[in-house]
């Protein structure tokens, strides 16, 4: 009897423990990326960025003016963490921006823009998952992503233009990271809202905008101080290849920036204390009227095991 009471007393104290930790926001997010398989989409955002987003952006670089240009490519290296050698290093690996206009034309500029939107529909993904929105049929996530690129690409050229600004004196630094976190805060809580389909209050997206655009200033500034080693490693040993690998796990690292971001905002607006009455206002709703109805949560208890399962739609 007294080892059957000494395990029934175990039990509940564990059942008491997840009673508890359910409670908590952290618990809640990481059951939110369970539930989108967040390894696997993070694994595909990052793979997709790195193959159609990250040309498209030197590409479209290649074609702009020379002060636009540098701009882009200065924000680039800031978030990549890159500098010094290390950034002579990627620089090096692409061809010139005469090279680049030549290779591609017009033409080819278009068709890789409306390539690059494999990487917004990836997106997307991670957004309506973590929302539990029903899926839109439609040509909208087509030209929905090319909007959104372009909307990247202008953010980029204004970041990397203050960050210009920015050098000419100490005190502008932390000026400069302050206006550079608020433009990625509304870059995107507008991505949110956009790729969403506007189904989802703007007003509660904002979380979303804020939470990614803090993850990854955080991941940006610590890959400043191991990215510029493992680019410099990975050229020695296997030249254009290994800078190749050291860019793909900078986009891996920044994918589940992005899907703890997403997953984040529908918990903290789902919240039925005091945070979330205020994130949802007087309306007191998360979804616009007229949108549909979210879908249901898991029928069953979510394990380490959904993180790395592969969806349909993947």
Known sequence: MTGRSGAGEVRGNIARLRTWLERLFLWRVWERLLEIEFVDRSVALAGKAFVSFFPLVIVVAAFMPDR??????????????????????????????????????????????????????????????????????????????????????????????LRGLADEGAGLVVVWALVALAINAGLWWFTAWWLLLGDVRMRVLAPTGVITAIALGAFA???????????????????????????????????????????????LADDTGRLGRFIRGSEGQTLNAGAAPALPPPTRDLSLRDAFQSGEDA
Not at 101 to 128: C, E, P, W
Not at 229 to 247: C, H, I, P
Not at 248 to 266: D, E, L, R
Request: aromatic residues 10%; charged residues 10%.
């Open 221 to 267: 500034l610590s890959a400043s101080v191991w990215m510029p080693q493992m680019v410099a490693k990975n050229e020695a040993q296997f030249g254009f290849f290994g800078v190749a690998l050291a860019l793909v796990t900078w986009f891996s690292g920044a994918a589940i920036c992005i899907t703890i971001g997403a997953c984040a905002g529908p918990v």
């Open 68 to 161: 636009i240009r540098v701009s882009i490519v200065s924000a680039i290296a800031a978030r990549l963490g890159l500098q010094g050698d290390a950034l002579s290093v990627v620089q090096a690996s692409f061809a010139s921006s005469d090279d680049l206009r030549k290779a591609t034309g017009a033409l080819g500029l278009v068709l890789m823009i409306f390539f690059a939107t494999s990487f917004t529909t990836a997106l997307q993904r991670v957004y309506v998952r973590a929302w539990r929105r029903p899926p839109h049929s439609g040509v909208d996530k087509y030209w929905r992503g090319v909007v959104w690129l372009m909307a990247m690409l202008l953010s980029l050229a204004l970041v990397g233009s």
